[in-house]
């Protein structure tokens, strides 16, 4: 059974365990403003508990295009409007709690997405495109610069790759964004390859989810210093009664946890 929410600058639906969240500010190229942080923020809320898997879309012709450049026109550069207000520490916090949270997100692309929308992409678990999508870091050409991007970018992609598309400003299409691992997976339909996706990941436990996403969120990336981290991890999922019980099922019966006895 579908349900929808409605918001601002969003269109919501949620099919259990699945929530679509699609960015619809289709006046102003789903650029990134306060409201939209805000209603990504209180849809990640309901998500916490039993959702497993969030997709984040956007238009078909624009993902997310980045900061609200007419609210900053319309309140001549005056840093209490729109996003500025609150300055840029919710959309950083909104963009840590994609790639830490209890849920497995899913960047859907098509269409343009640039500057902060990389954002969205870069904190994302998973990203799928349409092969006609375009990836692009601006801000440079403006005097700006993608100051909270490249944490999240120079992880998914490595500094130098992040470098070079800040430097460049010029867009990669799907086909190079694949290749430099900013994509996952692309196709000419998206929608299609979104849905295998979706088939196998919607399988997985929301506990497990949650573990996961912790530990891999914690890891340090040094072999030597991330030993403890690891050992810890092994040790609480391993003594888990109902892994246990699953290991134990499948062994016997030959029945995966997702199914039914």
């Known amino acids: 059974m579908t349900a929808e929410a409605r918001y601002q600058t969003l269109r919501v639906r949620y099919q259990h365990p699945i929530c679509v969240l699609q960015l619809h500010r289709p006046e102003a190229q789903n650029t990134i403003n306060a409201q939209l942080i805000a209603d990504i923020s209180d849809v990640l809320d309901a998500c916490e508990e039993s959702i497993t898997i969030v997709v984040i879309e956007g238009l078909p012709e624009v993902f997310c295009f980045g900061a609200d450049f007419a609210a900053i026109r319309a ?5 209490a409007a729109g996003q500025a207000a609150a300055g840029p520490e919710p959309l950083y916090e909104l963009w840590l709690r994609l790639a830490s949270g209890p849920y497995i997100v899913i960047a859907h692309v098509r269409g343009k997405a640039n500057a902060g929308g990389i954002g969205f992409v ?9 092969d006609s999508a375009a990836f692009s870091l601006s801000e440079l050409l403006f005097g700006l610069m993608p100051a909270c991007v490249l944490p999240f970018l120079a992880r998914r992609i490595g500094w130098q790759k992040a470098h070079y598309m800040t430097l460049s400003t010029h867009p990669i299409d799907a086909a190079q964004a694949t290749a430099w691992g900013l994509i996952d997976a692309s196709e000419a339909n998206s929608e299609a390859l979104l849905r295998r996706h979706l088939s196998r990941l919607r399988r997985l436990d929301k506990t497990a989810i949650a573990r996961y996403k912790r530990f891999s969120s914690e890891l340090s990336r040094s072999l030597a210093a991330d030993k403890p981290l690891a050992l810890a991890a092994n040790k609480e999922v391993f003594s888990d009664p109902r892994n246990i019980a699953s290991i134990v099922r499948y062994v016997e019966h030959g029945i995966f946890p997702w199914e039914s006895a």
């Open 75 to 79: 309140a001549n550069g005056q840093p």
């Open 122 to 130: 870069a904190a994302s678990d998973i990203a799928l495109a349409d």
